[in-house]
């Protein structure tokens, strides 16, 4: 399943293509997902940030791109690129932080990407960092639904898993399925989880007790909904000329960002994830490649039928019939596309903002042949997906090995 | 009755200088009923009530006086067919108006799209500020300072937990739209107040539930205001009981408007269409305009009706009616009092003391 | 507390103010600077009826800050008539009867309150159809305490 070797990928701005350079992931890092209350935002940050300096030795990186969605709101803090920065023992440096909610991380990965190949650097640091659980209750519920209209959404009492609801039951309905129908897509999550050291929930699902868990907001019920918590995961970018000797050759293939109508209710379709698709199309174009030459998808599984719509979006499944694909068989480790490889939001944990970055280290991960008792076999090329907002912003990127 | 009111010996009915009519009318009744059995079952342990309400009506948590007076003019517009540009004055009454300082008017002419070339106020004289306004409103448009005037009487009373009261007090109202009597469903034939100072329920500032005099309510409050005014402008109209086909008193119960009716000689029948207290209990302000709106519901052509409110503190408003052929065309433009009373939905006590905000919840 | 926030949306708020696109005809709310059909910029205001069918709806059970004491309440996507799909509370309705394709009728109601001090907000909300009754289908008054066969008992 080898495939062929974009040299450079390829830019349109204006009609013209630029040329970028090559772009190899140098090194990564992160922390357990979960409820870390002895650890600060800044100290989960550091934790990741170590491991992946140390994973990319000799390179340093000369700019900092911080994924984070809330710090603003829950922790009082901003400008955590010049805070990381220095905390993380890079005073000086260039640092930013990006923001598009759930889709944070994979925004602020296309931002190093851009920097590295565009040549303005040689090294970039990724690191997606969230620290939720100072907070607690509605007030997080609220902050998570920043990510929603404010004056034509949140206004009105919405919450992600509640317009996450809204699209699952209008499926439902025009599918003619029951939730437990959905139930496959947090069993495999689960059965990832078990075997990831860095997952939040480190247990088999019972598919049979599925459906029967509490409703956070009517179909999206406890198992349903990915668990919210803190983490922090850090990736090191650089050009080619950076990669140590004997290093496993991880190329950016592709990296796309799309939008769509912002609020759910002014999508042309409200079961179509348009973003989604148009960034895996333009993602594929990049790096060559079809849906069937990708080895593992990385998803946004924060909601079942996210996972479902996501799959549709990435041609993996008609319109209507994504959930089809919720068993082993399909997007377990060793099924035709698997998903959610190390428990994807819904078993290794949602950490906002952080969460497109571990996806990025974990793909990196299933490339290197490192991801121990989550292997995926001959895994040669994997695509994440990062979502804002169920939809509104989505952001794919496509990492190939090259060894 | 003792001490009866000194009279006049002749009464001049209030009648505007233009002929005015009631163009539009629109009620308004939330939909959750507390029956009275359940307020006796936690407060007494058995569940008898001498009061003659079967239950009473209790407004949602996204309900109060604004939203409920809103659906009520809307009511009242969609009856009337006008612009609700040509508006003048948005006039609620109301002893449970959501802010202290800020009027209640302003959000439901803004609601009802009146704004902003209108005149706008809140009314208060306990349950008779409804028809206050309904009186100055005919003075505005029999002035020819204003085309139409929408005047509301709409409350969510509340007693103290326990209290009498919290058998009977109810959440509802209605918004008469007065105009030009050459386009009205019912004609104003004359009104008539009398107001004394009888301090028989009041409310202190910053308190939270009424207090009130008891049996002090009853023959030198209620049933002199109420028979006073009544009395005096049949008097003024040449007109007698049996002229009236309805007769509408304010409702603090089922028992008041029956004996007030037996004391001016209106038979069980006249009263019958307007006496919803059995139904929704005292709907305070929106008592007596509810009662109207009923029988505006079913009141032929040609029809008398006479209203009469009563408010605390403490005074009573006589106002006649006779109800023109276009009530029946119109009358259908907007959901009827009694859909509303149908639209029932029962609840227990606790769920009543939630809606009302009756949970120390900070 | 937003006031000016909420005071700049109160005609879409209260009376659903839309608009038209006077370049392709489509119907916009709520408004916005650019019609999402043709990309026009000139539109005419429209009062939009206040009638719909939903189109998705969900019982939200987490509710979030300013909502805790709704909860459970309904949240949906209304279709209205002339086109536009709206975010919005459903009102006066039960877990049983609240269905797709359930037509709904927009009325103001309280959305929240900015606690004990603060403003309070009123918005649209969508309840089952109640102002479009046929004449045929007046319901008569309860005799005493007649109950409808259809009434939920919530307790």
């Not at chain 1, 959404?153 to 919450?159: I, N, R």
Request: glycine content about 10%; charged content about 20%.
């Amino acid at each position: 399943m080898r495939c062929t070797r974009a040299i450079a990928a390829s830019w349109r701005c204006n009609n013209t293509a630029l040329t970028m350079r090559d772009v190899f992931i140098l090194g990564s890092g992160q922390t357990a997902v979960g409820e870390h209350w002895d650890l600060s935002l800044r100290q989960l940050a550091r934790t990741a940030v170590s491991a992946a300096l140390n994973a990319a030795l000799p390179a340093r990186p000369q700019a900092l791109f911080v994924a984070n969605m809330l710090a603003g709101q829950l922790s009082g803090q901003r400008q955590l690129g010049a805070l990381l920065a220095d905390y993380c023992g890079l005073r000086g440096i260039e640092a930013i932080r990006v923001e598009a909610a759930g889709a944070s991380g994979g925004a602020a990965l296309r931002q190093a990407y851009i920097a590295v190949a565009s040549g303005v650097v040689d090294t970039a640091l990724v690191l997606g960092v969230e620290k939720l659980t100072d907070k607690v209750g509605s007030s997080v519920a609220a902050a998570l639904g920043s990510a929603a209209d404010a004056d034509w959404e949140a206004a009105h009492g919405a919450t992600q898993p509640a317009l996450a609801a809204l699209i699952m039951q209008r499926y439902m309905h025009e599918q003619h399925l029951s939730l437990q129908q959905f139930a496959g897509f947090s069993v495999n999550a689960h059965s990832n989880g078990r075997t990831n050291p860095n997952a939040m929930f480190r247990n088999n699902l019972k598919a049979e007790s599925f459906a029967s868990a509490a409703m956070v907001a009517e179909p999206v019920n406890m198992f349903d909904t990915a668990p919210e918590a803190d983490g922090a995961a850090a990736l090191v970018l650089g050009a080619a000329h950076m990669l140590a000797p004997a290093a496993a050759r991880i190329r950016v293939a592709a990296s796309a960002l799309c939008t769509d109508a912002f609020a759910l209710a002014d999508r042309a379709d409200v079961l179509q994830l348009r973003a989604a698709q148009q960034s895996v199309q333009q993602a594929q174009a990049q790096a060559s490649c079809g849906a069937a030459d990708i080895d593992l998808f990385e998803l946004h599984d924060g909601f079942t039928i996210l996972a479902a719509l996501a799959l549709e979006a990435a041609g993996y499944a008609q319109p209507g019939s994504g959930w089809q694909l919720a068993h082993a068989g399909k997007i377990g480790l060793q099924g035709e596309i698997p998903i959610s490889t190390f428990g994807g939001l819904k078993a290794r944990g949602n950490p906002g903002g952080a969460t497109g970055v571990y996806q990025a280290v974990e793909v990196e991960q299933q490339l290197r042949g490192a991801a121990g008792a989550n292997q995926v076999q001959r895994a040669r090329r994997g695509m994440l997906q990062g979502l804002g907002g169920n939809g509104a912003t989505a952001v794919t990127h496509i990492f190939e090995c090259l060894n | 009755m003792n001490q009866p009111m000194p009279t006049q010996a002749e009464i001049k009915p209030m009648l505007p200088v233009l002929p005015v009519g009631v163009a539009g009318y629109g009620a308004y009744v939330p939909r959750f009923r507390l029956p009275a059995a359940e307020v006796a079952r936690v407060w007494t342990g058995n569940t008898g009530n001498s009061l003659a309400v079967t239950e009473k009506a209790v407004a949602g948590l996204d309900e109060d006086v604004v939203t409920m007076s809103i659906e009520a003019a809307r009511n009242a517009i969609a009856r009337a067919e006008i612009d609700p540009v040509d508006i003048r004055a948005v006039w609620v009454g109301s002893e449970s108006h959501p802010y202290a300082v800020k009027p209640t008017a302003t959000i439901v002419a803004e609601a009802i799209g009146a704004v902003p070339h209108t005149q706008a106020a809140d009314w208060q004289f306990a349950c008779k500020a409804g028809t206050e306004a309904i009186q100055a409103g005919i003075g505005l448009v029999g002035s020819g300072m204003a085309r139409y005037v929408v005047a509301i009487g709409m409350d969510t009373a509340q007693g103290r937990p326990g209290d009498a009261l919290e058998y009977t007090a109810g959440a509802g109202g209605a918004a008469i739209l007065l105009g030009p009597a050459a386009e009205s469903l019912a004609v104003i034939e004359g009104s008539h107040s009398v107001v004394t100072d009888t301090p028989d329920f009041w409310r202190r500032q910053h308190e939270r539930y009424p207090e009130h005099g008891q049996r002090f309510t009853g023959e030198p409050a209620y049933f002199r205001h109420v028979t006073t005014a009544a009395s005096e402008l049949m008097q003024g109209l040449g007109t007698t009981a049996g002229d009236y086909a309805h007769v509408v008193f304010h409702q603090p119960n089922a028992k008041f408007p029956q004996r007030a009716g037996q004391l001016l000689g209106f038979k069980p029948e006249q009263l019958e269409a307007g006496l919803l207290a059995p139904f929704i209990g005292n709907t305070y302000a929106g008592s007596a305009l509810l009662g109207l709106t009923a029988v505006f519901d079913k009141a032929a052509a040609g029809e008398r009706v006479l209203l009469v409110s009563f408010g605390s503190g403490a005074g009573s408003d006589a106002i006649a009616f006779r109800v023109t052929a276009r009530m029946q065309a119109q009358r259908d433009l907007a959901p009827s009092t009694a859909t509303y009373i149908a639209r029932r939905t029962q609840i227990d006590y606790a769920l009543y003391a939630r809606y009302r905000g009756k949970l120390a919840l900070q | 507390m937003e006031v000016s926030r909420n005071w700049r949306l109160q005609s879409q708020r209260y009376r659903m103010e839309g608009l038209r696109c006077e370049q392709c005809g489509t119907v916009i709310f709520p408004a916005r600077a650019h019609c999402p059909q043709c990309a026009g910029e000139s539109f005419a205001s429209l009062a939009l009826r206040g009638l719909g069918e939903v189109y998705s709806f969900t019982q939200v059970h987490d509710a979030p800050a300013g909502f805790e004491h709704d909860a459970p309440f309904f949240l949906a996507l209304v279709r209205l008539d002339e086109g536009p799909l709206v975010t919005a509370q459903l009102t006066d309705v039960e877990r049983e009867t609240v269905h797709i394709g359930m037509p709904v009728e927009m009325v103001t109601r309280k959305l929240r309150e900015d606690g004990e001090r603060g403003m309070l907000v009123y918005g649209y909300k969508f309840r089952p159809l109640l102002r479009q009754r046929r004449p045929d289908e007046a319901v008569a008054l309860p005799a005493r305490v007649r109950v409808p066969a259809t009434e939920a008992v919530a307790a």
